[in-house]
């Protein structure tokens, strides 16, 4: 069982910035495919981002590319979602997940979830 906490979210203007990170304590994260989702009021959760357990392959849904990147954290109990050039349609609930079974998990197949984080973007 991993814990995982999603932080950094908040309210930001159309075309800023935020990073979003997901966290664990007493275990790596490395050892476990990681994803980023979202969840806007009234919609069904949506995939956003994926990285691998290496951190060398990462995917993203078409409606964030270029402006969104997934990475791991240095200290490797840490993934990060960097947000930049954000837009009101990025407003929603954000959730890290993470895999114990494989290497690169893309959209689905995730064991464990966050409880979220808010992300609101003014126009």
């Known amino acids: 069982q991993v814990q995982l906490v999603e932080s950094g979210g908040g309210l930001v203007q159309t075309g800023g910035s935020l990073r979003l990170s997901c966290a664990t304590s007493?275990?790596?994260?490395?050892?476990?495919?990681m994803g980023w989702f979202r969840q806007a009021p009234g919609k069904e959760r949506e995939f956003v981002a994926a990285?691998?357990?290496?951190?060398?392959?990462?995917g993203y849904v078409d409606s964030v590319k270029g402006r969104f990147t997934i990475s791991r954290g240095n200290a490797k109990n840490t993934v990060f979602l960097q947000m930049n050039s954000l837009k009101p349609e990025d407003t929603a609930v954000y959730y890290c997940?993470?895999?114990?079974?494989?290497?690169?998990?893309?959209?689905?197949?995730?064991?464990?979830w966050g409880q979220g984080t808010q992300v609101t973007v003014s126009s």
């Open positions: 990285v691998s357990r290496t951190g060398g392959t990462t």
């Open positions: 007493g275990r790596t994260l490395s050892t476990y495919a």
């Open positions: 997940a993470a895999d114990r079974e494989s290497y690169y998990s893309g959209t689905s197949g995730y064991d464990y």
